[in-house]
Structure formats: structure tokens, C-alpha cells
């Protein structure tokens, strides 16, 4: 008899909570999305600040380690056959770590839920997964905006690693307020509570290794804790087990300006002379070019230390007309034809219908009308751009490269081809000049943005060094699965070589059909 009241009340209590896939419905909210509260922001961070306090609840330190045959099955999983994916997680876990864990810690978790988001998204804010789940914690829309993440055509906080690690913080408080379990409450996070709730009353057990040895919960729930066991082991100690040659990426530092006007993203990081996708990746959440207000302002992260000149430049960038501008070569407009539905839209652009509604903000009961315009990956340059690499690597010689080399480099001067992530400012470095003279070269007007294939004029005549370089170089199409470290491995040079080469700053991020440049002894 008091086993079953025992039980009565932990149903009671566990019934007051709310699932992953919905929260409990009210008057003002029937479908159980939006909670009416507003994540916290921080205002800047720097590697400097002090720490917070730590957690002064013991249980509440750090979550267990336990060994078993499940979490050595994938420790052996990211050694082996999962290694490049292992390593492409570790070299972005230290540019988000030391901010997600103060996070973290400033809730008054433990700082290895960070693992998390490790095995979630590998710490990407594209991150999208075939059920809709998006961004560092993988939140669908409902739960996202239950926690009170912006998601609109322009803003998906779930891609911000501040914001989204606030939301994802709320909702393990609650859900280790339920179970007392961290092992459950990450169960819970990946199947939902209600089914970890329904198992642990049906079983009278709160042990997850128990649940999992009688197989009551679905196979990827069962490898979901010791999966993130494995990551975390390994993480914390690469050299161990075998990953000592991360190329690590910086952590992330930034400080806040608050704006009353939206602004062009991409136009304000050509005038503080930034690198567009740098600049971006500290403002991941907004979905294009445009930033928008929330309310009546605009939070802003700029690099440190760079107020001052990032709000003349953002005055300069002001938007007027308020609409959405993807970032270049990453997406064009489909008109809705008829008989399409987003499956037959997305198999015609080899994309997913989940990140289709993602890119285009688009509810699951939004039907599509006829004539309806939509946003899905531009898939022709990528085409075109895979198609020359293949040609280049195959058929083309040394001396058919510095050819074609010497093309852009006739007549009445040089010609630069534009690149993503290019400025004038970053153009003018190179080829030591001045904006002002790039500017005059090309009747390029002040403000004027820079489009991803542009052809621009640039200082000097034929650079016959640059033509024998060319000749000396030999390219590499980066195919799927590569890294930086197997290409530098390949061909037997370092991989600093390599990034200094192709200007690399962020190795991780290679994109398959690329173009390497390789550094040879004769080339140096």
C-alpha cells in the first residue's frame, strides 16, 4: 500500500510537466507554444571576465560518468568509422565553450550538459534534423518558442548559442526538477518526458540502465546517454583516445550596441572591414543579410573593442525597406507550380523538407498555393562551381593553370574574382591598395555591396610571380568526409601550410567541391 501511494505521487508530480513536443494548453495559448517570457541575453563577453560561482548543490556539480559496454560500443564508434565527425565537433567545441558553460553555470547547472549540444548538433547553428529540430540544441518550433525563442521569417534565436542555451538551460532545470536523474532528464530531452514519465511508472524504477537493459524505450533513446557519456569522456581528454591534432578554433568573445534601426548585415562588415561570415557567425540568428528589431531595438554583437566605429558603421548601413535578403549563393526563389508540395520541392533541390520549412518559416498546416514564392538552395552555381572543380582537378595541368592565371591578368590591369566572405577592405590588403582606389577603379559607389563572383579590377599589370606561384600549385577538390588534416596528411605538408595558403580561418567548415590550394617545395 505505500509503494502505490509512493508511486501515486510521483505520478502526480510528474504529470505537472510539460513535454518536449508541446506544453499543457491554456486559455491564451491553445496549442501550448509560447510561454510569453523572453530568454536573457548577455551584453558582451570576454575570456577575461571573472567566473561566476559555482554550483553549491554537490548533486548538482557534474554529472555521472558510468563505464559500460554501451558507452565503450561508442567511445569505439568515434575512434572509428565516426572519427571525422568527432573531430569536426571537437574543433568548433572551444569556440562555444567557455560562453555555454557560464551559461550554464550562471543557471546553476552542471557545465557537462555543454556535452549536449555536442552530440546534437556538433555545436552548428545550421544544424536541422529531418523532424525540424534546429540550431545547437536541436528545438522544434513549438518548444523553442514555449521557452520563449524568437522564430519568425527574418529571426531563429534557436541558432544563437547565447539564447539558445538559456532556453535549453530552463528546460533541463525542469526536467532534472522531475526525474532527480540526469541520466532521465537527457532521456526526456530526446524522446520526450511524458514517455520517460510513462515507463518509470509502469517499471517503478528511476534507474535509466534499467529501462535500458529491458529495451522500454526506443533504441536511439537507450544509446542517447551513453553516446553523450562517450563524447563527453573524450572531449575532456582528446589526447587519450587518440585525437591530440584538433585544429582548435578560437573561443568567441563579443561586445553589444543597441540599435533603433534595422540594418544590412553584410554592408555594416565591409565598413568595419570584417569578414562577412565572421561577423555573421556572432549574430547566427538572423536567418539573411537584414537584422530586425525586437521590440524597438536591435542587440547587436560586434567584436571587442570596436563600439565606437561599429555604430558609425551601422548608421551607414541602415535599412530602409525591410525585407528579407538571403545571404548571397546560398538560396533563389521558387514559384509554387501546380501539383508541388514540399516533398516534390524539396527531392527537385536535394534538400529536406524540414529545412525548407525552416528557410522559409513555413508551420506544418501551411498549405502552399499556386504562384506561392518560397525560398530553396540555389543549387545551379553550386552545380556549375562542383562540375569546374572536377574538370580543373582532372584534366588540367600546371601550365593550363597559370593560363588561366595569366587571362585574369590581361590587357588594361588585373582582375580579381570575388569570394565569399570578400570586402573591399579585405581585397585592398591583399593587393595593397586602398579601398578609396578600388572604389575609383571600379565606379563602385560608397556602400556599395559586393556579390560572390564579381569581377573587379584591381591595381598593377601581369604578376608574373603570381603566374609562376599559380604554375607551382597544386589544387585539391575537398570531397565528403575530408578535413584539413587528411589533405595535409595526402600530400605530405602541414596543415598550418595549407590554411596560410588558402587564407583558412575556420578549417572545420570546408565545404565539399571546394578548391584547396596545396603548397609545394617549389611553390615556397
Same mark, same amino acid.
Given at each position: 500500500m505505500m509503494r502505490l501511494l509512493t508511486w501515486s505521487l510521483v505520478l502526480a508530480m510528474l504529470s505537472g510537466c510539460a513535454t518536449r513536443n508541446g506544453s499543457t494548453p491554456t486559455a491564451n495559448d491553445p496549442q501550448g507554444t509560447n510561454t510569453g517570457t523572453e530568454v536573457k541575453d548577455i551584453s558582451s563577453f570576454r575570456l577575461s571576465d571573472p567566473e561566476g560561482p559555482k554550483v553549491v548543490d554537490q548533486e548538482l556539480e557534474s554529472i555521472p560518468t558510468e563505464v559500460n559496454p554501451l558507452v565503450e560500443k561508442w567511445i569505439a564508434y568515434f575512434q572509428g568509422r565516426g572519427r571525422p565527425?568527432?573531430?569536426?565537433?571537437?574543433a568548433r567545441s572551444t569556440r562555444y565553450e567557455k560562453l555555454m558553460k557560464k551559461v550554464l553555470r550562471d543557471n546553476g547547472l552542471?557545465?557537462?550538459?555543454?556535452?549536449?549540444? &555536442?552530440?546534437? !548538433?556538433? %555545436?552548428?547553428?545550421h544544424a536541422t534534423s529531418h523532424a525540424s529540430a534546429v540550431g545547437y540544441w536541436q528545438f522544434i518550433r513549438g518548444t523553442g518558442k514555449?521557452?520563449? &525563442?524568437?522564430? !519568425?521569417? %527574418?529571426?531563429?534565436e534557436r541558432r544563437d548559442p547565447v539564447l539558445a542555451t538559456q532556453a535549453a538551460a530552463e528546460y533541463f532545470k525542469g526536467l532534472y526538477s522531475v526525474f532527480g536523474s540526469w541520466y532521465l532528464a537527457m532521456a526526456s530531452y530526446n524522446v520526450g518526458e511524458n514517455r520517460v514519465k510513462r515507463e518509470v511508472m509502469n517499471h517503478y524504477t528511476r534507474d535509466f540502465w534499467e529501462l535500458a537493459r529491458k529495451k522500454r524505450l526506443p533504441k536511439e533513446t537507450i544509446n542517447y546517454v551513453p553516446k553523450f557519456i562517450a563524447a563527453k569522456m573524450i572531449a575532456k581528454e582528446p589526447d587519450k583516445y587518440g585525437f591530440g591534432e584538433i585544429d582548435y578554433l578560437p573561443p568567441i568573445e563579443f561586445d553589444h550596441i543597441a540599435l533603433k534601426q534595422p540594418i544590412n548585415l553584410r554592408a555594416m562588415s565591409e565598413k568595419l572591414g570584417l569578414n562577412y561570415e565572421d561577423f555573421k557567425a556572432l549574430n547566427?540568428?538572423?536567418?539573411?543579410?537584414v537584422a530586425t528589431l525586437k521590440g524597438q531595438d536591435l542587440m547587436l554583437r560586434i567584436p571587442p573593442g570596436t563600439n565606437e566605429a561599429a555604430v558609425v558603421a551601422a548608421n551607414e548601413s541602415v535599412v530602409a525597406d525591410v525585407r528579407f535578403i538571403a545571404d548571397s549563393g546560398d538560396t533563389q526563389v521558387y514559384r509554387i507550380r501546380r501539383g508541388d508540395n514540399l516533398n516534390a520541392v524539396a527531392r527537385r533541390y536535394r534538400t529536406t523538407v524540414a529545412y525548407l520549412r525552416d528557410l522559409?518559416?513555413?508551420p506544418r498546416r501551411k498549405t502552399l498555393r499556386v504562384g506561392m514564392r518560397i525560398y530553396v538552395p540555389d543549387r545551379t552555381p553550386v552545380k556549375d562551381r562542383e562540375t569546374t572543380s572536377r574538370s580543373v582537378a582532372k584534366n588540367k595541368k600546371a601550365s593550363n593553370v597559370a593560363k588561366a592565371a595569366v587571362a585574369e591578368l590581361s590587357k588594361d590591369g588585373r582582375y580579381y574574382i570575388v569570394q565569399s566572405g570578400d570586402s573591399l577592405f579585405t581585397i585592398a590588403r591583399k593587393y595593397s591598395t586602398s579601398v578609396a582606389e578600388l572604389q575609383r577603379l571600379n565606379s563602385l559607389k560608397r556602400g556599395r555591396i559586393l556579390k560572390v563572383g564579381m569581377k573587379i579590377r584591381v591595381p598593377g599589370g601581369v604578376d608574373s610571380s603570381a603566374v609562376r606561384e599559380v604554375?607551382?600549385?597544386?589544387?585539391?577538390?575537398v570531397k565528403r568526409g575530408e578535413n584539413l588534416s587528411a589533405i595535409a596528411a595526402k600530400y605530405n605538408v602541414s596543415m598550418n601550410d595549407i590554411k596560410e595558403k588558402n587564407k583558412i580561418r575556420n578549417p572545420s567548415s570546408l565545404l565539399v567541391g571546394a578548391r584547396i590550394k596545396i603548397p609545394s617545395e617549389t611553390a615556397q
Open positions: 565527425h568527432m573531430e569536426r565537433y571537437l552542471p557545465e557537462d550538459l555543454f556535452y549536449i549540444a &555536442l552530440i546534437e !548538433s556538433g %555545436f552548428s547553428s514555449r521557452y520563449g &525563442l524568437e522564430i !519568425s521569417p %527574418f529571426v531563429d547566427p540568428k538572423f536567418k539573411g543579410e522559409n518559416d513555413l604554375a607551382k600549385t597544386k589544387v585539391h577538390v
